[in-house]
């Protein structure tokens, strides 16, 4: 299955509530007639290495249900079976779950064409923070070969908050885009809201 994605979040310092921040590309989508095609989720919850004290992000997404993502920041992504969790808990010793850390995104999936989108709210605990918008083109697998089309495709419903082309490009070239790529950016895009919202992470039990 092809999965070639790109998200941005929208800047909007002004959302105080769910309604709000899910509005805009959600209407534009559906003025284009895009069929709606259930929920997904993507989260992650941060997990604190007690030895090197790095961070370690144990991540879930509703499109591969069966797979569980552990990445480390600027490190190699681990892709393992869902019950990953169970491990990570026997194994307390070496790591301490951050849970007031957890941070994840819930949304709608559309079908556009050739296009799949993914326009979901992300949250920490019961705040809403801001926008995720993941843009599949499903009849490609090489990152780098359908970027100008998505940006295209991204414009007519994102306008100037277009993103640029994401870092994990940049190491693909022309290799086969993964799933595990997809986590990679919603990682990038969580450490950002998190950043932006100064959670101290040493201050976290």
Same mark, same amino acid.
């Given at each position: 299955?092809?999965?070639e994605?790109?998200?941005?979040?929208?800047?909007?310092?002004g /959302? *105080?509530?769910r309604?709000?921040?899910?509005? *805009?590309?959600?209407?534009?989508?559906?003025?284009?007639?895009?069929?709606?095609?259930?929920?997904y989720?993507?989260?992650?919850?941060?997990?604190?290495?007690?030895?090197?004290g790095?961070?370690m992000y144990?991540?879930?997404?509703?499109?591969?249900?069966?797979?569980?993502f552990?990445?480390?920041?600027?490190?190699?992504?681990?892709?393992?079976?869902?019950?990953?969790?169970?491990?990570?808990? *026997?194994?307390?010793?070496?790591?301490?779950?951050?849970?007031?850390?957890? %941070?994840?995104?819930?949304?709608?999936?559309?079908?556009?064409?050739?296009f799949l989108?993914?326009?979901?709210?992300?949250?920490?605990?019961?705040?809403?923070?801001?926008?995720?918008?993941?843009?599949?083109?499903?009849?490609?697998?090489?990152?780098?070969?359908?970027?100008?089309?998505?940006?295209?495709?991204?414009?007519?419903?994102?306008?100037?908050?277009?993103?640029? %082309?994401?870092?994990?490009?940049?190491?693909?070239?022309?290799?086969?885009?993964?799933?595990?790529?997809?986590?990679v950016?919603?990682?990038?895009?969580?450490? *950002? %809201?998190r950043?932006?919202?100064?959670?101290? /992470?040493?201050? %976290?039990?």
């Amino acid at each position: 299955m092809a999965d070639e994605s790109a998200y941005e979040r929208y800047e909007d310092p002004g /959302v *105080k509530a769910r309604r709000r921040t899910e509005g *805009k590309p959600e209407a534009s989508l559906k003025q284009s007639q895009a069929e709606d095609c259930g929920f997904y989720s993507p989260g992650a919850l941060a997990v604190v290495s007690g030895q090197t004290g790095k961070l370690m992000y144990v991540m879930h997404n509703s499109e591969y249900p069966l797979s569980c993502f552990a990445l480390f920041e600027n490190g190699p992504c681990l892709v393992a079976d869902a019950n990953f969790d169970t491990l990570m808990v *026997k194994l307390k010793g070496f790591f301490q779950n951050a849970k007031a850390n957890k %941070i994840e995104s819930r949304g709608t999936r559309y079908q556009y064409c050739d296009f799949l989108v993914k326009v979901g709210t992300v949250t920490m605990g019961p705040s809403a923070r801001g926008i995720s918008v993941e843009v599949e083109y499903c009849p490609c697998v090489i990152a780098n070969d359908c970027w100008n089309l998505l940006m295209e495709f991204m414009q007519s419903f994102m306008g100037n908050h277009t993103p640029g %082309i994401p870092s994990v490009f940049g190491t693909k070239h022309d290799s086969v885009y993964s799933p595990a790529d997809t986590m990679v950016q919603y990682m990038e895009l969580f450490n *950002k %809201i998190r950043k932006q919202q100064q959670v101290p /992470v040493a201050g %976290i039990r």
